[in-house]
C-alpha cells in the first residue's frame, strides 16, 4: 500500500501514513491539482502557514514505464499566485516510489528558528534531522556533504540559499542518477521559496534495501502494454532531436522563425545564435570529455540530459537546456555557451530558475545596468543574488520585480511569470498558451510550434492551445512530456496501462479527461485565488510592436482568449 | 495584420466560354487528355460536346465517366490508372465538385504512387502532375478555382481532403450556359454553399483583404440572383451571376478558409446523408451569430451585403442577430428543406455533437466553441426550423 | 554510397545535400533538423553542399519543446 509521507513543520514531525483512496488514480500535475483544492485555501499566504508543498510521482509510478518516476512539486505560488506545478526529472522521484512514498506533503511553519531536512533510510525509517550544519549551503556542496554522510545510493530533493532567502523565483533541485549532480530543476513559480518559508532544506532519500512493489490490477496486462510502449517511445525517440543532440538543438528551429528571443523579445532575429546552438555545442562536449545522450532517471529511454565540461575538461555544469541557453544566450545579446553554462551552474547551486533571473537580466541590459552581450557582468549579477545584495534581492524575486524597479515597460511576464524561450507574436498558438494556461507564461504547458498552420498565424492556433493544454495536463501526470511525444501515435495504450494498473476498461477518455479534470480545477482554484480573465493576458507590448523578423504583433483577442480553455 | 492570398487560378469566363476548351487545352501545350465527368452529364449531352471541342481541336481524349458523388479513394486510384497507362498529359473536368475533385485526385497520383489516403492534409511535397482545366457544371463548390480536393476514404468511410499545389487548376472555364439545365433543388443546394464558402471565408479570423472583397461580392450575388436561379433555372442572367459569384466564394475560402459551418456540415452530411450544401446550410445561421462575438465587423459585411440595415452603434450580438436573421431568409427563398423536411428528429441531431469538434475544419474556429455549445447550436437551429 | 536514416542510397557525384533529402519527398520544414555527418545544417544552406561518398544524413523530427 502506498504511503503518504507528512512532514508537519509546526509540530517537527514525520510520519507515514496511508496514501488516501481518493487519490488512488491519480498523480503528478492532476494529483497536485486536486489536493490543493481540497486541503490548501486558495486565498491563503503562499508563504504561510496554510501552504503546503505537496511532492509527488506519476500515477504510474513504482512500474517500469518508462520516464514514469518524474517529480510533481506543488502548492500555491509566491509568483503567481495562483496554482503552481513545477516537474522535474531526476532520481528522488524513482527512490520515493521505490520507498513506496507516493507523495509528501509539507505542511505548517515552525516556531522556532532553525533548518530541517527529512531523511528516508534503507530501511524505509523517516526522520527529520537538524539541518543549521547546512545553512547557506548551496545545492552542489549539500549533495556532496550528503553523498559524504549518507553514501552514493541516494537522491536529494534540495534548495539553495535562493529558497533560505525565500526569493520567489527559488527553485528546488533534484539530484540525476548517476553522479547525482543537482540539475534537474523544478524551477517554475518560487516553490524553493515555499520549501524555504517552511525551513525545510531537502528532503534525502536512500535507495531502499527492499523495493516497493505497487499492486497491479492485471500484471500480466500491464507488463506487456508496458513493453510495447517503452519499444514506440525508444523508437521514436530515435529520431528526436533531443535525444541525438539535447534540448539545445530546439535553437535550430527557433533561431531563424524569430521564435527565439532576442534582446528582451524584441522580436529580432540573432544571426549569432549558431554559437550557441547544436553545432557549437556537440563540438565542445566531443573536445572536453563531455556527453550527450544521458538519462536523468533510471529507465528512461528518451535520454536528452548531458554533462557539459569548461575548456580544461573538467565538469560545469549538467541539464544544459534549451531555455536557459535561449535566455541567458540570444535574448541577452550573449553568444558565448560556456559563459552561460556557468550561469547554468550558479542557478542550479543556488536554487534558482534560469528563465525567470535569464528574463531579469535581460531588463537589467535593457535598463543599462550592465551592457547587452556582457557575459561577465551578467555573471556578476547572479552573484550578487548568491552574495544577497539589495539588487540581489530583487533579481531573486524575479523579472516583474526588477522591471518595475527599473522602470522597464517591457516586462515579459503572464501572471507575474517570466515567459519561456519562445517569443509569443511567433509562434502564437504558444503565447495563447502563455496567457491562458493556470500556470502563467508556461511554455511546457502547451507549446504549439509546428504544430497549427502557419505560427505566425491566426489559423487553428487557438484549438492547438486547447488541444495541448489538454494533452500537457495528462502527461505531466504520466511521464516526461518528451517521452509522451513520443508515444502520440499509441496513445490507447495508456489507457490499457491504466486498466492493467488500476483496473477498469481501457478508455482513452480516462487519460484524456484526467487533462481536462486537471486544467478545470486549476482553473476553478485560481478563480477562488482571485484570478480573473485580466490575468490571461499577453502584455501589451507584444501587441503594439511588431517582430521585426516576420512583422507579426499577437493580435489574438481577449474574447477570443477567454474560452480557450472552454469545456 | 499580416495576411497572405496565395492561391490563384487563371479563369475565362462567360456565355460560350466553354467552346474555347480545345483551344485553352492546346494552349496549356497539352495533345492528349483524360476527360473526366459523371453518367449524368453524359446522358444530357454536355459531356460529350466537350469531348467533340477537343477532338476538333485536334487534341486527343481517353475519357472517365465513373466519377461518384464524395468521390472514393478507389475510383480515383482507379481512374489514375487510367491516366497513366494512357500517357495522358493533361486532365478536363467537366461538372460539380465531385468531377472536379475525382480529376484533382487523379493528378495527385499521376506521379505521386497510390493509395491517395496517404497524401491527406496539406502537402508540399507531391510532385508536380499535368495541367487540368475545369468547367463547373454546378454553381457551387468553386473547386475549379481551389487548391484542394475531398475525397472519401472508403477503409474508414470517412472524408478527408488532400491540400497541395498538385490540385489547382491551370484555368477554370465558367460558362453558365453549362448550368442552365440544373434542377432547383440542386441549385439551391449548391448556391448556398458557395454562400456558406463565403460567409466563413469572411469570419475565419484567417481572411485577407482580397478575400475578403471576393466573398462580399459572393454574398451581394448570391443573395440578389440566387432565389432567380432557383424558381427561373433559365434565367441566364441569373445562371451566368451565380457561377461567378461561385468562384468568387471559392476563391475567397481557399485563401482563408472555411470554419464551422463546414464542421457541421461535414458530420450533418455524412451522419443523414445528405447533400454538401444542404447540410452546411442547416447551422449557418446560427454558427454566424455565435462568430459575431469576434468577427462582428465581418459579419456585419455580410448583413450589410445582404441589404441588411445594421447600426453604426450595434453590439456584436445585435449584428449577429440581424444577419443571422437574414441568413434564415435566404434559406427560405430559396425552398431550402426545413428540420421537418429532412425529416430529423431532435435528438438524432444532438448525437452528432460530440463529432463535429473531430472535423479538420472546427479547428480553424475564429472562437472555440464546446462540444456541449454545439448541441445548443444544433437545438436553436432545430427550433427555428430553417 | 550514402545513408540517409539508416538507409542506403547510390551516391552521384554533384548533387547537393537538398537534391538528395528531397528525393525522398521531403521538404524545407523548420521543425526537420538535418544532420550531415554529425552536424546540423540549416535549411537553406543545404543546396550550397555537395554530398560526399559515404556522407551520412539523419532527419530528426522536433517533436516537442522543453
Given at each position: 500500500?502506498?504511503?503518504?509521507?507528512?512532514?508537519?513543520?509546526?509540530?517537527?514531525?514525520?510520519?507515514?501514513?496511508?496514501?488516501?483512496?481518493?487519490?488512488?488514480?491519480?498523480?503528478?500535475?492532476?494529483?497536485?491539482?486536486?489536493?490543493?483544492?481540497?486541503?490548501?485555501?486558495?486565498?491563503?499566504?503562499?508563504?504561510?502557514?496554510?501552504?503546503?508543498?505537496?511532492?509527488?510521482?506519476?500515477?504510474?509510478?513504482?512500474?517500469?514505464?518508462?520516464?514514469?518516476?518524474?517529480?510533481?512539486?506543488?502548492?500555491?505560488?509566491?509568483?503567481?499566485?495562483?496554482?503552481?506545478?513545477?516537474?522535474?526529472?531526476?532520481?528522488?522521484?524513482?527512490?520515493?516510489?521505490?520507498?513506496?512514498?507516493?507523495?509528501?506533503?509539507?505542511?505548517?511553519?515552525?516556531?522556532?528558528?532553525?533548518?530541517?531536512?527529512?531523511?528516508?533510510?534503507?530501511?524505509?525509517?523517516?526522520?527529520?534531522?537538524?539541518?543549521?550544519?547546512?545553512?547557506?549551503?548551496?545545492?552542489?556542496?549539500?549533495?556532496?556533504?550528503?553523498?559524504?554522510?549518507?553514501?552514493?545510493?541516494?537522491?536529494?530533493?534540495?534548495?539553495?540559499?535562493?529558497?533560505?532567502?525565500?526569493?520567489?523565483?527559488?527553485?528546488?533541485?533534484?539530484?540525476?542518477?548517476?553522479?547525482?549532480?543537482?540539475?534537474?530543476?523544478?524551477?517554475?513559480?518560487?516553490?524553493?521559496?515555499?520549501?524555504?518559508?517552511?525551513?525545510?532544506?531537502?528532503?534525502?532519500?536512500?535507495?531502499?534495501?527492499?523495493?516497493?512493489?505497487?499492486?497491479?490490477?492485471?500484471?500480466?496486462?500491464?507488463?506487456?502494454?508496458?513493453?510495447e510502449l517503452n519499444k514506440v517511445i525508444a523508437t521514436g525517440a530515435k529520431a528526436d532531436p533531443f535525444r541525438n543532440i539535447g534540448t539545445i538543438a530546439t535553437i535550430e528551429a527557433t533561431g531563424l522563425s524569430g521564435v527565439l528571443p532576442v534582446e528582451n523579445f524584441s522580436g529580432k532575429l540573432f544571426p549569432e545564435y549558431t554559437e550557441v546552438g547544436a553545432n557549437k555545442f556537440l563540438t565542445n562536449l566531443a573536445s572536453r570529455g563531455g556527453r550527450n545522450k544521458q538519462i536523468c532517471q533510471p529507465g528512461c529511454v528518451v535520454k536528452c540530459?548531458?554533462?557539459?565540461?569548461?575548456?580544461?575538461?573538467?565538469?560545469?555544469?549538467?541539464?544544459?537546456?534549451?531555455?536557459?541557453?535561449?535566455?541567458?544566450?540570444?535574448?541577452?545579446?550573449?553568444?558565448?555557451?560556456?559563459?552561460?553554462?556557468?550561469?547554468?551552474?550558479?542557478?542550479?547551486?543556488?536554487?534558482?530558475?534560469?528563465?525567470?533571473?535569464?528574463?531579469?537580466?535581460?531588463?537589467?541590459?535593457?535598463?543599462?545596468?550592465?551592457?547587452?552581450?556582457?557575459?561577465?557582468?551578467?555573471?556578476?549579477?547572479?552573484?550578487?543574488?548568491?552574495?544577497?545584495?539589495?539588487?540581489?534581492?530583487?533579481?531573486?524575486?524575479?523579472?516583474?520585480?526588477?522591471?518595475?524597479?527599473?522602470?522597464?515597460?517591457?516586462?515579459?511576464?503572464?501572471?507575474?511569470?517570466?515567459?519561456?524561450?519562445?517569443?509569443?507574436?511567433?509562434?502564437?498558438?504558444?503565447?495563447?498558451?502563455?496567457?491562458?494556461?493556470?500556470?502563467?507564461?508556461?511554455?511546457?504547458?502547451?507549446?504549439?510550434?509546428?504544430?497549427?498552420?502557419?505560427?505566425?498565424?491566426?489559423?487553428?492556433?487557438?484549438?492547438?492551445?486547447?488541444?495541448?493544454?489538454?494533452?500537457?495536463?495528462?502527461?505531466?501526470?504520466?511521464?516526461?512530456?518528451?517521452?509522451?511525444?513520443?508515444?502520440?501515435?499509441?496513445?490507447?495504450?495508456?489507457?490499457?496501462?491504466?486498466?492493467?494498473?488500476?483496473?477498469?476498461?481501457?478508455?482513452?477518455?480516462?487519460?484524456?479527461?484526467?487533462?481536462?479534470?486537471?486544467?478545470?480545477?486549476?482553473?476553478?482554484?485560481?478563480?477562488?485565488?482571485?484570478?480573473?480573465?485580466?490575468?490571461?493576458?499577453?502584455?501589451?507590448?507584444?501587441?503594439?510592436?511588431?517582430?521585426?523578423?516576420?512583422?507579426?504583433?499577437?493580435?489574438?483577442?481577449?474574447?477570443?482568449?477567454?474560452?480557450?480553455?472552454?469545456? | 495584420?499580416?495576411?497572405?492570398?496565395?492561391?490563384?487560378?487563371?479563369?475565362?469566363?462567360?456565355?460560350?466560354?466553354?467552346?474555347?476548351?480545345?483551344?485553352?487545352?492546346?494552349?496549356?501545350?497539352?495533345?492528349?487528355?483524360?476527360?473526366?465527368?459523371?453518367?449524368?452529364?453524359?446522358?444530357?449531352?454536355?459531356?460529350?460536346?466537350?469531348?467533340?471541342?477537343?477532338?476538333?481541336?485536334?487534341?486527343?481524349?481517353?475519357?472517365?465517366?465513373?466519377?461518384?458523388?464524395?468521390?472514393?479513394?478507389?475510383?480515383?486510384?482507379?481512374?489514375?490508372?487510367?491516366?497513366?497507362?494512357?500517357?495522358?498529359?493533361?486532365?478536363?473536368?467537366?461538372?460539380?465538385?465531385?468531377?472536379?475533385?475525382?480529376?484533382?485526385?487523379?493528378?495527385?497520383?499521376?506521379?505521386?504512387?497510390?493509395?491517395?489516403?496517404?497524401?491527406?492534409?496539406?502537402?508540399?511535397?507531391?510532385?508536380?502532375?499535368?495541367?487540368?482545366?475545369?468547367?463547373?457544371?454546378?454553381?457551387?463548390?468553386?473547386?475549379?478555382?481551389?487548391?484542394?480536393?475531398?475525397?472519401?476514404?472508403?477503409?474508414?468511410?470517412?472524408?478527408?481532403?488532400?491540400t497541395s499545389r498538385v490540385c489547382i487548376g491551370s484555368i477554370a472555364i465558367l460558362d453558365p450556359d453549362l448550368t442552365l439545365g440544373l434542377p432547383s433543388q440542386i441549385t439551391a443546394a449548391t448556391g448556398f454553399d458557395a454562400f456558406c464558402h463565403a460567409a466563413e471565408a469572411l469570419t475565419s479570423g484567417h481572411e485577407n483583404p482580397l478575400s475578403d472583397a471576393l466573398a462580399r461580392d459572393a454574398i451581394r450575388t448570391i443573395s440578389d440572383y440566387l432565389p432567380i436561379a432557383v424558381t427561373d433555372g433559365c434565367n441566364s442572367i441569373a445562371r451566368?451571376?451565380?457561377?461567378?459569384?461561385?468562384?468568387?466564394?471559392?476563391?475567397?475560402?481557399?485563401?482563408?478558409?472555411?470554419?464551422?459551418?463546414?464542421?457541421?456540415?461535414?458530420?450533418?452530411?455524412?451522419?443523414?446523408?445528405?447533400?454538401?450544401?444542404?447540410?452546411?446550410?442547416?447551422?449557418?445561421?446560427?454558427?454566424?451569430?455565435?462568430?459575431?462575438?469576434?468577427?462582428?465587423?465581418?459579419?456585419?459585411?455580410?448583413?450589410?451585403?445582404?441589404?441588411?440595415?445594421?447600426?453604426?452603434?450595434?453590439?456584436?450580438?445585435?449584428?449577429?442577430?440581424?444577419?443571422?436573421?437574414?441568413?434564415?431568409?435566404?434559406?427560405?427563398?430559396?425552398?431550402?428543406?426545413?428540420?421537418?423536411?429532412?425529416?430529423?428528429?431532435?435528438?438524432?441531431?444532438?448525437?452528432?455533437?460530440?463529432?463535429?469538434?473531430?472535423?479538420?475544419?472546427?479547428?480553424?474556429?475564429?472562437?472555440?466553441?464546446?462540444?456541449?455549445?454545439?448541441?445548443?447550436?444544433?437545438?436553436?437551429?432545430?427550433?427555428?426550423?430553417? | 554510397?550514402?545513408?540517409?536514416?539508416?538507409?542506403?542510397?547510390?551516391?552521384?557525384?554533384?548533387?547537393?545535400?537538398?537534391?538528395?533529402?528531397?528525393?525522398?519527398?521531403?521538404?524545407?520544414?523548420?521543425?526537420?533538423?538535418?544532420?550531415?555527418?554529425?552536424?546540423?545544417?540549416?535549411?537553406?544552406?543545404?543546396?550550397?553542399?555537395?554530398?560526399?561518398?559515404?556522407?551520412?544524413?539523419?532527419?530528426?523530427?522536433?517533436?516537442?519543446?522543453?
Open positions: 500500500m502506498w504511503s503518504t509521507l507528512n512532514i508537519n513543520m509546526k509540530n517537527l514531525t514525520v510520519s507515514r501514513v496511508p496514501f488516501p483512496d481518493k487519490y488512488r488514480e491519480m498523480g503528478g500535475r492532476g494529483l497536485i491539482a486536486q489536493y490543493m483544492m481540497d486541503h490548501v485555501p486558495p486565498t491563503c499566504d503562499p508563504l504561510g502557514e496554510e501552504n503546503k508543498l505537496l511532492i509527488c510521482t506519476t500515477v504510474f509510478a513504482g512500474t517500469n514505464l518508462t520516464t514514469a518516476h518524474r517529480i510533481s512539486i506543488g502548492g500555491k505560488s509566491p509568483l503567481t499566485g495562483g496554482i503552481k506545478e513545477s516537474n522535474a526529472g531526476g532520481y528522488a522521484a524513482n527512490l520515493l516510489a521505490g520507498q513506496g512514498i507516493r507523495m509528501a506533503v509539507v505542511e505548517g511553519l515552525p516556531d522556532t528558528d532553525g533548518l530541517w531536512l527529512v531523511h528516508v533510510n534503507a530501511k524505509g525509517e523517516v526522520a527529520l534531522e537538524d539541518a543549521t550544519a547546512y545553512e547557506g549551503t548551496n545545492n552542489y556542496e549539500f549533495v556532496d556533504k550528503m553523498h559524504e554522510k549518507y553514501g552514493k545510493n541516494i537522491a536529494t530533493i534540495s534548495i539553495g540559499s535562493a529558497g533560505e532567502r525565500i526569493h520567489r523565483i527559488a527553485s528546488i533541485q533534484i539530484s540525476e542518477f548517476g553522479e547525482g549532480y543537482p540539475s534537474r530543476a523544478a524551477a517554475r513559480g518560487g516553490m524553493g521559496s515555499v520549501m524555504g518559508s517552511k525551513r525545510l532544506k531537502a528532503i534525502v532519500i536512500e535507495k531502499p534495501e527492499t523495493r516497493f512493489e505497487p499492486e497491479y490490477a492485471d500484471r500480466e496486462t500491464f507488463k506487456a502494454v508496458c513493453t540530459s548531458n554533462v557539459y565540461n569548461d575548456k580544461e575538461g573538467n565538469y560545469l555544469t549538467s541539464g544544459f537546456e534549451y531555455e536557459t541557453i535561449a535566455l541567458f544566450g540570444p535574448n541577452c545579446r550573449i553568444s558565448d555557451l560556456d559563459v552561460i553554462a556557468r550561469m547554468d551552474r550558479i542557478c542550479d547551486d543556488c536554487g534558482i530558475d534560469t528563465i525567470e533571473v535569464a528574463n531579469a537580466i535581460a531588463i537589467s541590459m535593457e535598463m543599462g545596468k550592465i551592457p547587452w552581450g556582457d557575459g561577465e557582468a551578467a555573471i556578476g549579477l547572479l552573484q550578487e543574488i548568491k552574495d544577497g545584495t539589495e539588487f540581489g534581492q530583487l533579481l531573486g524575486n524575479g523579472c516583474e520585480v526588477v522591471g518595475n524597479a527599473l522602470g522597464c515597460k517591457r516586462i515579459p511576464v503572464v501572471k507575474h511569470q517570466g515567459m519561456a524561450g519562445y517569443d509569443p507574436r511567433n509562434t502564437k498558438g504558444t503565447g495563447i498558451t502563455y496567457a491562458t494556461s493556470p500556470q502563467g507564461a508556461d511554455h511546457t504547458a502547451g507549446l504549439t510550434l509546428g504544430r497549427a498552420m502557419a505560427d505566425t498565424g491566426r489559423a487553428a492556433q487557438g484549438y492547438a492551445s486547447n488541444k495541448l493544454q489538454v494533452a500537457m495536463a495528462f502527461a505531466d501526470s504520466m511521464m516526461c512530456i518528451f517521452a509522451f511525444a513520443n508515444c502520440v501515435p499509441s496513445m490507447p495504450l495508456l489507457a490499457d496501462l491504466m486498466a492493467g494498473l488500476y483496473g477498469g476498461k481501457p478508455d482513452i477518455t480516462r487519460v484524456t479527461g484526467m487533462g481536462v479534470k486537471t486544467l478545470l480545477t486549476e482553473k476553478a482554484y485560481n478563480k477562488m485565488a482571485g484570478m480573473t480573465e485580466a490575468d490571461d493576458k499577453i502584455p501589451e507590448f507584444f501587441k503594439t510592436e511588431a517582430s521585426p523578423a516576420t512583422g507579426s504583433v499577437f493580435d489574438v483577442g481577449d474574447a477570443e482568449l477567454a474560452c480557450i480553455l472552454n469545456f | 495584420m499580416i495576411t497572405s492570398y496565395e492561391v490563384f487560378v487563371p479563369a475565362l469566363m462567360g456565355s460560350g466560354s466553354s467552346l474555347r476548351t480545345g483551344l485553352k487545352v492546346r494552349e496549356l501545350g497539352c495533345n492528349k487528355v483524360l476527360v473526366v465527368y459523371d453518367k449524368g452529364l453524359k446522358d444530357v449531352g454536355i459531356s460529350d460536346k466537350i469531348v467533340e471541342n477537343l477532338n476538333a481541336a485536334r487534341i486527343e481524349t481517353i475519357c472517365f465517366d465513373g466519377v461518384l458523388p464524395d468521390p472514393p479513394d478507389i475510383m480515383i486510384e482507379g481512374a489514375a490508372e487510367l491516366a497513366r497507362e494512357g500517357n495522358i498529359d493533361g486532365i478536363v473536368a467537366v461538372g460539380g465538385g465531385s468531377a472536379i475533385d475525382t480529376a484533382k485526385g487523379i493528378n495527385v497520383l499521376i506521379h505521386n504512387q497510390p493509395p491517395i489516403a496517404q497524401y491527406f492534409g496539406i502537402r508540399n511535397d507531391l510532385k508536380p502532375g499535368v495541367p487540368m482545366v475545369f468547367l463547373p457544371t454546378t454553381s457551387g463548390t468553386g473547386s475549379e478555382v481551389t487548391n484542394m480536393c475531398v475525397i472519401t476514404h472508403m477503409a474508414t468511410g470517412a472524408k478527408n481532403s488532400v451566368e451571376k451565380m457561377i461567378i459569384a461561385s468562384m468568387l466564394a471559392g476563391m475567397a475560402f481557399t485563401n482563408a478558409l472555411v470554419h464551422l459551418g463546414h464542421a457541421f456540415g461535414h458530420t450533418i452530411g455524412a451522419r443523414f446523408h445528405i447533400s454538401h450544401g444542404i447540410a452546411c446550410a442547416v447551422a449557418l445561421p446560427q454558427i454566424i451569430e455565435f462568430a459575431s462575438v469576434t468577427e462582428s465587423h465581418k459579419v456585419r459585411m455580410i448583413g450589410e451585403c445582404m441589404d441588411v440595415e445594421i447600426a453604426k452603434d450595434a453590439t456584436p450580438e445585435e449584428i449577429g442577430n440581424l444577419t443571422s436573421h437574414a441568413i434564415l431568409k435566404l434559406k427560405k427563398d430559396i425552398n431550402m428543406p426545413t428540420m421537418k423536411d429532412l425529416d430529423f428528429t431532435l435528438e438524432d441531431l444532438l448525437k452528432i455533437a460530440p463529432l463535429v469538434s473531430q472535423d479538420l475544419s472546427f479547428a480553424l474556429s475564429p472562437r472555440r466553441m464546446t462540444t456541449s455549445q454545439v448541441a445548443e447550436i444544433l437545438q436553436v437551429a432545430y427550433d427555428a426550423n430553417g | 554510397m550514402i545513408i540517409i536514416d539508416g538507409k542506403s542510397y547510390p551516391y552521384q557525384p554533384d548533387t547537393t545535400v537538398l537534391e538528395a533529402v528531397s528525393q525522398l519527398g521531403i521538404q524545407s520544414d523548420n521543425m526537420v533538423l538535418v544532420v550531415i555527418d554529425g552536424r546540423v545544417m540549416p535549411w537553406n544552406q543545404l543546396d550550397q553542399e555537395l554530398i560526399q561518398d559515404g556522407v551520412e544524413i539523419r532527419l530528426l523530427h522536433i517533436v516537442s519543446g522543453g
